[in-house]
Structures are given as structure tokens and as C-alpha cells.
């Protein structure tokens, strides 16, 4: 049969095209979008951030690792940078205490600077807002477009085949596999790998495997013209309880005051109260004045209940590969976490780089999630 794969991913965000591009190497392998175009969802609407010190463990540890990557992708894989830096401010702001210390408890590379110096480099941060500011150097700008089309090219030049417009409506267990109906037409594949996102659970349910209790956050993002000699090079700046941040991006800057607020998976927009909240305190910590909004949008950030992303076959059910709850973190990890996922998709050992960097797969693995 014309439509029988080794493995079928359902999603073509990051996750799905990262490690589908790892995959098709050496398996026959289809990815199925519910979408007519791949990357609408979470991953067309990140802040395309680089952050080695923002994430729970796991994910730190798959945001180094996948540095060299961003650094020097293979010949071709990109046709300009997928990385250009951008240094962080972490500021402390009044009773922020407990927050610096669990940041500095993670983090590597951090440098503690002078409020004076701060303001060299964001000269509008007013002199009394921050207690104490630490720089991050090893951050950036990712170029999150090329990134997700390198991968689709790759997994094409393999011999992949991406379905737009065909998400699962139905999955049914076979003896030897899955079968997937969609708008498209009917799928099998022996492993079936989800990858959808903010709708994880969804699919699970409908595969009959048990939910991990997967939450979508609504995260909103303004956007806002600014008025100020030599800002696109002003650092990513937030402060430590993560109440607000900001930075240059395409001649405006982007703001938000890091909402979460959980909802059901949907086509998300902003909340216009969020964006409000996040100017409010952009001009509470600088001197900018905000006068009106140039555009905005929301996404969904997706977490289960210990924050870590879930990646490895569903204790009950070997065909079934769990590749959601990247969080906020999706972007900065997916070089690292698609080979780790390909590897254990293939029930091969993780790349010994990334267990180097310190990844468990204890605090990964889907069975965390279960009292079996
Ligand atoms: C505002 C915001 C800012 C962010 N900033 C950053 C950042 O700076 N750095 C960073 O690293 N990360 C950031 N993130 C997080 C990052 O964007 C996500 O972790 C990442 O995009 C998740 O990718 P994904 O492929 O899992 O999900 P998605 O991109 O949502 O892909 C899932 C896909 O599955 C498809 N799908 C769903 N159901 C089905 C079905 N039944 N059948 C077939 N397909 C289906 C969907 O259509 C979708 O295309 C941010 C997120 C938001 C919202």
C-alpha cells in the first residue's frame, strides 16, 4: 500500500520536522499536518529566542547542546545565519530575591554587572529599578523560519513525504501498527510519533494511549514602535520573577508580560489585557513611553505538571512515541532533542554529547507521568 510508513509523525512544527529530518534517513517516514502549511501554530509565533539560562533542566541541557548546531549547521542546511547575538539583562527588581537565586542556581556564564554598566547597555532602564543585573553573553537572535525550513528540506531531499491539510480524525491500533484516517485519506505506519503540539493529549486520546495531562498557555506578544537612536542593538531584557520582557526584533521592539494563562487547544490570539500589563511594566523599568501598539499575536506554550518536555514511548504501548511540552523552549532545543528523540525513537543510545550536557531521561520520559 501506496500510504504504509515505518514511522508517521503527526505535526509539522519544530518537533515533528526536526526529527522527522533525523528519521527519514533511514526509515520510510510521512508526516501528516492537520494545517495547510506547516509551522502555523506555536511554532510561527515564538519570540525566537536563544537562552542557555532560561528553562527547567532538561531543557538547559538541550539548549546547550544544541548550540554547535545554531553556530555551524551542515553545509546547506541554511542560507544565512540561524543565530546572530543578542546579549540578556536578568534584573532584579524590588523583593525579585528568591528569583536571583533560583537563576543563579542553574545558570552558566552569567556575569553580575553594575546598574551603571546595565545602562550602557539599555540606556533607558531608569537607575532605580533594578537591584542588582546580571548579563547573559551567550544569547541570541534564531532565525526560526530557516531553521524549521532547513529541517523540511532535509527530511524531503530524504525521501520524506509532509501531507498539509491531513490531520488525524481517527486512530486505530492495529497488530502491527496504526492506522490514521484523515481529510487525506487513510495512513498506517508501524510507529506513530506525536508531535502535535498543544493538541498532545488529543491525539493520544484519540490512539487510545492515556493522557499526560498536557496544558496549553496562552502567551501574548506586543509589538511597538520605538523612537530611539541605535535600539536594535539593545540586549533581550527581563526581569527575574519573568513579570515582563523585551527586545529588538525587525525595527520595533516586541514586549510581553509573560502571561501563561491555561487554555484548550485552539488557534490562540493575544489578550489584549496581557499585552497592556507587559507595556505598563516595560515603562515602569525605563523611561520609554509607549504610545500605541504596532501589531500583536498570542501562542501556545505547553507544559505537563513538572514543566519538563515528554519524549520517549508510552510505557503502555511501544509504537507509541511522545514528542510534546517543549514549553517555551521548543526553538533553543530542537537540534539536541530531535537527534535525542530520533535515537530513542529507534531504540538506539542518546547522543553522547547530549548526555554529556546532562540530560536524564528520567525527567523526560513519559512513564514519570504514570503510577503504573
Ligand atoms: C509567544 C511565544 C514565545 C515563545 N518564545 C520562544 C523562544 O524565544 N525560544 C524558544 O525556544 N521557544 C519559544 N517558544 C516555544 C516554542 O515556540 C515551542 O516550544 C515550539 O514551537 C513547539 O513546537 P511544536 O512543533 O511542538 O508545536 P507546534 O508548532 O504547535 O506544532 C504542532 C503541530 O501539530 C499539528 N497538529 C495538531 N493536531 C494534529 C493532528 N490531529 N494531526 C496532525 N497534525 C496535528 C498542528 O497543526 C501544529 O502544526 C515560544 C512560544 C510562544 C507561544
Redesign the pocket.
Known sequence: MDNQFDIII???????ASVAAHLAQTKRVAI????DR??????????????PNYGPKPMLALTRASAPFFKAPPEGFADGPLLVHRPSLFLEAEGQEAFTEKLLSASAGLEEISIAKTRDYFPVLRPDYAKRSFLDNHTGD?DVDLLHRGYLRLFKVAGGMLMNH???TAIEREAKGWRIT?PQGKFACTTLVN?????GD??AK?AGVAAVGLTPKR???GVIPIDYAGFEVWPMVTDNAETWYAKPQSGKMIV?SADATPVEPHDAYADDMAIAEGIERLMNATTLEVTHLDHNW????SFVSDGNPVVGYDPADHGFFWL?G????????APALSRTAATLILDEDIPADVAEAGLNLADITPARLRSL
Open positions: 503527526l505535526g509539522a512544527g519544530i518537533a515533528g501528516l499536518e492537520m494545517e506547516p509551522g502555523y501554530h506555536t511554532t510561527g509565533r515564538s519570540a525566537a529566542s536563544y537562552e534564531l491531513a490531520g488525524a484523515t508531535a502535535a503540539g498543544a493538541w488529543v491525539v484519540m502567551r501574548s506578544i510581553s498570542g501562542g501556545l506554550r510534546i517543549q514549553g517555551g523552549y521548543g526553538i533553543q532545543s
